[in-house]
DNA sequence: TTGAAAGCGATACCAA
DNA sequence: TTGGTATCGCTTTCAA
C-alpha cells in the first residue's frame, strides 16, 4: 500500500491515481464539497489505497484555523482538576479537535501560553486555571478565537464562561446541615482561594442569613493558610488548639474536606458522630470507606459539554453577548452528613 | 501596536518596516541564522513593534515537523497517571514544545490518535497507555517520529521504553516485608492488569524465590476482577470471604493497595497490626493520614525528562538501536509496615 | 461539477 | 551576510 516516495502521501498524489484534478480531492474531503458521486468514489478509492491523510499543517495555513483547541490547566494532582481535564478531553475528540494543553502556574505564563495558542491557529481556548488576562483576550479576538473560561467569572466581552451552580450548591449544604441539626456552622476556605471558592463561601454566608439569621450571625469562617488536604488538615489542628468548636462544616473543595476531616480525626474526633462536613467536587476519593464524604457533585462532563458549545457558537458568530452558562450541582449524602433523619443531635444524645 | 491590517503580522510585514528582506527576518528567528548583528537589531525592533510571531502551521509545514509532541494518555482519574502527565507538560513545555494529548480508550482509539498525530507533523510521541500497534510505528517511523514508550515494554526496533525499575521495587518490598517478620506473604494485581503491573508481579515473585524460597512457595497471589480502588476493596472481601490469611501484603499500584487497605477495615482488621501492606505509586493520597500506605515511589520527574530526551537523541539519529531506561525508585516507608524495628510479630504478641 | 491558478506564511537553497 | 525564489500541501475563488 505504501508508495515508494520518501516523503508523506499528497493531495496530488491522490488525483493523480485518481485521473482528477487536486481540487477535487480537497473537495471530496470537505464538508459542503461539491463532487459528483462519481468522482467522489473515485477520489475515495484512490486515497485508500495510497493511505492518504490531510496534511493539518497545510489545511490550518489555509484555512488561518487548526483543528486544535487549547486548555490551560493547572494542579493536576487536585483530582478534580484532572477530572475536569479527562471530560474536556473526551468532548473535545469527540467532536473531531485534538486538544493542546498546557499546565500554567502564574499570570505570565499564562500569557505566553495563549500567545503560543494563537500561533497555532487554534479554534477556541479553554481556561480552567488564571484569570484569563484582558490583552490576551483581545488577541484571541483579533485573531476571532473563542475563549471560555471554566470556573471562574470576569466581565469581559465577547468572553464565555461557565460554573458550576454555587448559589443552589450552598442552598443544598445549609439545608442538609440544618436539618441535621447543626447549629454552629462552619465555612471552610484557603486563604487566597479560587474565583469558584470564594464565590461558594460568599453563598453559604448568604443563604444562612436569609434562611438561618441565627445561624449566620454564628457562622465560623476557617481560613486554611495552605491549600489542599495538609491545608485542611493543619486548620482542624488549627481550630483544635484555639478550642474552637463547630457541629456543621461546609468546604470550598474535596481536598480542603478530606484533610479537615482527618485533621479532627487525628483529635479523636470524627464525622457523623461529632460533627457533620459536606465538601465539595465528588471526586473519587470522597466516595472511598475512609472519608464516606457527603459532598456537592460537580457535573463534569455537563461542563465539558457547555463549553464547546460557547466555544463553537461563538466561532460562528464572534459578535455574541457574553454568556454565563450555570451548571447544575446535586447534593451527594454519605457518611459524614448522612440522612437526615439521623440527625447531629440524636447521635450526641446516644 | 497594532497594525490596521485585518489579519495577523507576517514576515513580510516585518521585512518591508525594517526594510530587509523576508528571508532576513526568518533567519533572525532561527537557531542557526548567519545575520548580522545590525540587521537582527532592525529585525527585533520593527517585529516588537508590530507585535510579530511566528505562524507555527506554515513554520510545521515547511520544515515538515510542528513544535508538537503526542501525549497518549488513559484514566486520568487514577491519581498516579495524571501525576505522570503533569510532569511530562513540565518537561515538554520546559523544552519549548508543545503537549498535544490524548486521552485512549481501546486500541482502535490509539490507532486514530497515533495517525491523526502524524498529521499535525508532531515532533515525537509519548505513549503512557496501551501497546503501540506495529503499524503504527511504521507509520511513525515513515514521518521519521520518534516513539517513546512509558511503564510498558516490547521489542519494538527503534522505539524507546522509559520504565520504573520494579525490579528493585520487589526487592526493596520483599525485604521490607521479611525483615518486619511477615510469614505469609501476598502479592495483589488487577487480573488484566497493565505490563507495569505483571512485571511487578514477576519480579516480586523471583525475588522471593531467590531470597526466601520458603515465603516463596507460600505465596499467595490475590487476582482482583476489578481495577482501582473498587477493586482492591472487593479482593479484600473476597479474601476473608475465604478465610485466607496474609500478614504481608505487595500492590501492583496505589489505588489497589488503598481499596484493599481499606476492605480489610471494613472487617475490622488494619495495617500494621493485623498485617503490613506495601503499595506502589506513592500518589498524594497515600500520604495522607487515612492511609499512611509505605509504597515505591516512582520518579515522574526522572521518568518525564528521560521520555524526552529519547525523543530529542532519536530525532537527531533515527537509526539509534532500541533503549530501556530503567527510573530508580525508592521505598516510602510509613504506618502500614513502618520502620524494621517494630516488626508485625511483635505487635501481634501485644 | 470541474480544473487552473492564486494564495496561506515561513524556510532554505542559491547566487551575488 | 544578504535577497530572490521555489517549495511545503492544501483551500478556494474563478471560469469554463
Known sequence: MKSTKQSAVTA????DLAGVSRAAVSRTFTKNGSVSTETREKVEKAAAQ????INFLAQGLNRKRSMLIGVV?????DPFRSQLLEGLLNEIQARGYQALVTEVGNAEELE???RRFTQFRVSGVIVTSGQPPIDLIKECIHFNIPVVGINRYAAIPNVDFVCSDNVTGAQLAAQQLIKSGC????????QYSTWGGITRGEAFSQVLQATEPWCYQQLVTICAQEDGYEGGRKAAH???KNGLKVDGIYCANALLACGFLDGMREHGMDAPNDFHIIGFDDTPQTA???YRLSTIRQDVIETAKRALWCLES???DASLLQRLEVVPVSLVLRNTSPESSYSVTQLKDK
Chains 1, 2 share one sequence.
Open 238 to 240: 488549627e481550630m483544635h
Open 314 to 316: 461563538r466561532a460562528q
Open 288 to 290: 472511598q470507606y475512609s
Open 112 to 114: 505566553a501560553t495563549i
Open 73 to 77: 490547566v493547572a494542579r493536576l494532582s
Open 12 to 15: 496530488q498524489d491522490v488525483a
Open 183 to 190: 447549629k454552629s456552622i462552619g465555612w471552610l476556605n484557603y
Open 50 to 53: 495510497l493511505g492518504y491523510q
